[in-house]
């Protein structure tokens, strides 16, 4: 076995560091475009996405999904210096397959945790396509109430019960939303019933009447009586009229007024609200009235005396 004598091994390894610093001197040139492209773009980071903040906090909701978004493109800025960089110096392909690497375990990641990427995507898309406001009244799948905070993943609800309700932006999402703020009005509907007896048309006049005084009422022209139908003992009125919401009249207070006035205008047009009522007629159809069935008895009874 022929050993290697130490002048042959101090030779080779002086080969090698020879041959690693005359590489680095002749990619010195490319180091140093490499460097002050990476210096370039994270000032370019930097300035653009304090533009970029500001524009975004104008135009969304929640300063949160503003500053992620920022982030997300300071980030995409500085990705791009450095593919550029390492581009220079032969690097480009190995920090591919990294990145390639990372977006397998991002994915993995993602899915385990499914249900806060859910939530955090939703929140991202609904705080650009803006679908409510902090300080609307929204209703969806059985959440109801005021909107007073909106976050990444979820947004915070004040229902008109004092409770404060935490509720995953997914939900509000997937589902059908209402906002009860974005035009500003609301149609309030009061359902009342009037007696057979009594004229359709004339208790129209007089809620009509009574409600275009009170000052809550907007668009009095539109204020309306409609005939729903028939009920067991009254006809079915639907009474509409709209208000401005949110409002100096709350929905609950102007409802209130409106019931208070509709019953003052049927009494003022002298139009009953009946009671429940149950008419016995044995005459339908061939059956015999129950007067002729008490004269009937009454006749037995003295024949049978």
Known sequence: MNIPKIDDFW??????LQTWLETAVNHLPNLVVALFISIIFSVLARVTGG?????????????QIADLLTSMFKVC??????????????LKGTVTSLLAGAGIVGLAIGLAFQDMTENLIAGIAMGI????????????????????????RNTLVETFFG??????????????????SFNGIRCIEVPVGISYADDIEKATEAIVKHLNQCDFVIKKQETAVYAEGFDESSIKLLVWFWIDYPGKTSFMQARHIAVTEI?????SADVSIPFPIRTL??????????NAMMSSRKTNDAEID
Do not use: C
């Open 281 to 290: 007629d044995f005459g339908i159809k061939g059956g015999e009235k129950l």
């Open 77 to 90: 800025v500085l990705v791009v210096g450095i593919f550029i960089a390492l581009d220079f110096i032969g």
């Open 129 to 152: 396509r803006k679908p409510f406001q902090i300080g609307d009244v929204i209703e969806a799948e059985h959440v109801f109430g005021t909107v007073k905070t909106i976050n990444l």
């Open 263 to 267: 019953k003052h205008a049927l009494a």
């Open 163 to 180: 409770q404060l309700e935490v509720v995953p932006n997914k939900i509000l999402f997937r589902n059908i939303l209402t906002n009860y």
């Open 51 to 63: 533009i970029v903040a500001k524009v975004l906090r104008k135009g969304l909701e929640s300063k």
């Open 11 to 16: 030779g080779l390894i002086e080969s090698k």
